[in-house]
Structure formats: C-alpha cells, structure tokens
C-alpha cells in the first residue's frame, strides 16, 4: 500500500496499517540513554548473534550500533568439539565457557564494553541475578537464545514479575528453532491496558508496547521441551539429517536486522515465523497494526492474565 494521507485512509485500511516501535525514552528517532543487551544462551543462534552484536557495534558508521551501551554474555555451558563448525567456535575454545570465549574475543578484536556470566541465567535482581537492579532505569533488551521452554519460561515470569516502573523500558527479544523451522518475537508487557495506548494513533506515530509472545506460544510450555526427536540435542539431530545446519545463522540474520531496525527507530514488525523445509520454505511476519494489537488485548483479557 502506497504512502497516502492520514484523512484519506479508511478504518480498514488503518487498522491494518504497519505501526513503529521505538525503544521507551527516545527522542525523535534518537536515544535519550543507550540500551543495555543481555544476550542468554550463546550457542547455536547466540554465537552468531553476538558476532552479528559485536560488528555493528564495531562500526563507527552503525547507526543502531552507536546506540548500544552495554553487551552481556550469559550461558554456563563450555564449547565441546561438536560445536566446532556449526556454532560460531575455533578448537582453540573447546572446553572454555561459552559466553566467556565469545566475549574476550570481540573484546580483543574491537576492543567492546562486552562482559560475560559464565552460568545459567538466575534471573532479574535480587539474589543471585545476573541483570542487575538499576539496569531497568535504562532501555534494556533481553535477548534470549536458548533452547529449553524451562527457560523462557522463567524469563517471561521474572519480566512479568517487575512493578511498571521496573518493566517499562524492558523489551523481551525471544529467538526460538526447531528442526527447519523459527521464530522470533518481541514483547514487553501482558497488560492490555498498556496495549490499548497503541490503538488508534495515527499511523506515523510509535508504539510504546508490544505483547509478550509467550503468552500465545508453546515456546514457555515445559512440555515443549520433551519433543526433541533424539537425544543430545541439536548436533545429534543435524548429523542424522534431521536439523538445518544453517537455520541458527539464518535466524540470527533476520534477528540482527529486526534490533538494528528497532534500536534505529523503524521497525514494523514484532513477530518473524520462517520455515527452510525444501517442502514449505516461506518466511512471514507479523507487522505492528491496530487489528494486531486489539487481537492481543482480546486474547489477555479472556485469559485473564494479570500483571
């Protein structure tokens, strides 16, 4: 649809007109303060994701690179040598954590604000907690790549968990796969009455709120996580011909372009679903639109979902 006034566009056409987000506290396309990334999980998609993190913000010329204040690592898995190769790994780095290898080498290569946590993800504030209390005054993403629902799903409650002052400027950034298939969502709230300040604004306007995709998804069901075909995870299942060996560099290539999209001020879409099946290879996203988001507040409201 081309670019029209906003007096001539009709109802229909409005509600199903592409919206943009903004990280909370910007100005004008510009950030006020620079975002705060956590990345959780650094393997297979975190590995490359983090490298894709590192170039732009590397590049003096990056826009969306320029407004990333601090880069955190968090896993507490070590490279084994069947990461070697299809995740972003050298044989120099089997058996060193993870999160740490990753990190000392955009450290050393580009001299970053990168810092690692060498375990599992624990949570937001308190004790122990590896995204510290003060970090929610400042726009804050928490990118998770990882492969257990047990996981996203303590994510989702430690977010929805937070008082509105905590939670407002944090945006959830979910990137999940399986075999041929992913997807990728961003969210930061379940309260429709947050959503419902997105509705009806002229289309040149922001969105200050997204809802979370987890509440619709079986990505944060721990049941999910007994459908694993084979044991030992995703190398087991690309060696028996079962899994793309690219899908994880694939997902974090369409990820980086969504943030640098977000962090620059015009994303339109908030949930990508792709499949590489040779049977069914499409890609689909979700945009950010009035019918969009009245769906969501339906949907929190019949569930009941409370802050």
């Not at 040598?81 to 995740?87: C, L």
């Not at 790994?89 to 990190?103: D, G, I, P």
Request: with cysteine; aromatic share 8%; charged share 20%.
């Amino acid at each position: 649809m081309s670019l029209q006034l906003i007096d001539q566009i009709t109802d229909v056409e409005k509600a199903f007109k592409p919206k943009q987000i903004v990280p909370m506290k910007t100005t004008n396309f510009g950030l006020v303060e620079g975002v705060n990334i956590y990345v959780v999980g650094t393997g297979g998609t975190g590995s490359h994701l983090v490298a894709a993190l590192a170039s732009i913000m590397a590049n003096k010329n990056s826009i969306a690179g320029s407004r990333i204040k601090s880069l955190t690592l968090i896993d507490g898995d070590v490279v084994s040598p069947d990461n070697v190769g299809r995740q972003l790994f050298s044989q120099r780095e089997v058996n060193k954590f993870k999160a740490e290898a990753l990190a000392l080498r955009y450290i050393q290569n580009f001299g970053l604000p990168i810092k690692y946590v060498n375990k599992m993800y624990s949570g937001f504030g308190g004790q122990p907690n590896h995204i510290p209390e003060g970090s929610y005054n400042s726009p804050t993403f928490v990118i998770s790549c990882v492969d257990k629902a047990t996981c996203r799903r303590d994510i989702f409650t430690d977010l929805t968990g937070l008082n509105f002052a905590e939670r407002q400027s944090i945006y959830w950034i979910d990137f999940g796969n399986g075999n041929r298939e992913g997807q990728i969502g961003i969210g930061n709230t379940v309260d429709p009455k947050l959503l419902k300040e997105g509705l009806n604004k002229p289309v040149v306007e922001f969105v200050p709120y997204l809802p979370c995709l987890g509440l619709f998804s079986r990505s944060i069901d721990p049941e999910s996580d007994k459908d694993e075909v084979l044991p030992g995870g995703c190398i087991t299942q690309i060696m028996a011909q079962l899994q793309s060996e690219n899908i994880n560099r694939i997902m974090a290539a369409i990820g980086i372009e969504m943030i640098s999209q977000f962090l620059e001020g015009r994303l339109t879409v908030h949930y990508v679903y792709l499949n590489v099946n040779p049977m069914d290879f499409r890609m689909q996203a979700q945009f950010i639109t009035d019918y969009h988001l009245q769906t969501a507040i339906d949907e929190l409201e019949r569930k009941k979902v409370k802050k």
